[in-house]
T-cell receptor
Framework: EAGVAQSPRYKIIEKRQSVAFWCNPI?????LYWYQQILGQGPKLLIQ????????DSQLPKDRFSAERLKGVDSTLKIQPAKLEDSAVYLC????????????FGQGTRLTVV | QKEVEQNSGPLSVPEGAIASLNCTYS??????FFWYRQYSGKSPELIMS????GDKEDGRFTAQLNKASQYVSLLIRDSQPSDSATYLC?????????FGAGTRLTVKP
């Protein structure tokens, strides 16, 4: 079974530039999460989708971050414009819709803003 | 604001000892609880899940859940140097999954 796919693995951009990350979840997983993990901290939930609907985006900085999952499968997270403090690993995870199921993570995208 | 708190560590134990990791959560509606292990530079990987009060054992790992106290713990018996990693507590409920800050464990040979 294929795992969660993310791209790119690494990205270096200058502040005020834009960047996009892509995630393809495990087949059949209706729930998709985007997390931001700053070095030395735990993953912070940015946005959660169920199919193509947003369930929770309370911690997404909406003035600069956006995300979509148009067909209920793959998803894109965008940052525009990027700030230095956005430097982090962006993790995508997916799970079945039932609550007593775990989330599986992709390899993440390491973003460096200079 | 839903919170998941972990003892920040770092925690250092000698090889062969028991490592004890603790986690508390604020949302009483939480239903599912997970422990993930994260090696440096890698993504989190699941090591234990627990859904009902009590203990759940899997090899050298035991997860304990007390919903009344909103507390979940992980015991690692016979700790090995390969267990050195950051352990993340995750809580799922009411349509989200949130993580604690993690506890960094070092097992010294």
């Amino acid at each position: 079974e294929a795992g969660v796919a993310q791209s790119p693995r690494y990205k270096i951009i200058e502040k005020r530039q834009s960047v996009a990350f892509w995630c393809n979840p495990i087949s059949g997983h209706a729930t998709l999460y985007w997390y931001q993990q700053i070095l030395g901290q735990g993953p912070k939930l940015l946005i959660q989708f169920q199919n193509n609907g947003v369930v929770d985006d309370s911690q997404l900085p909406k003035d600069r971050f956006s995300a979509e999952r148009l067909k209920g499968v793959d998803s894109t997270l965008k940052i525009q414009p990027a700030k230095l403090e956005d430097s982090a690993v962006y993790l995508c995870a997916s799970s079945l819709i039932q609550e007593n199921t775990e989330a599986f993570f992709g390899q993440g995208t390491r973003l460096t803003v200079v | 604001q839903k919170e998941v708190e972990q003892n920040s560590g770092p925690l250092s134990v000698p090889e062969g000892a028991i490592a004890s990791l603790n986690c508390t959560y604020s949302d009483r509606g939480s239903q599912s609880f997970f422990w993930y292990r994260q090696y440096s530079g890698k993504s989190p990987e699941l090591i234990m899940s627990i859904y009902s009060n009590g203990d759940k054992e899997d090899g050298r790992f035991t997860a304990q859940l007390n919903k009344a106290s909103q507390y979940v713990s992980l015991l690692i018996r016979d700790s090995q140097p390969s267990d050195s990693a950051t352990y993340l507590c995750a809580v799922r409920g009411n349509n989200d999954m949130r993580f604690g800050a993690g506890t960094r464990l070092t097992v010294k040979p």
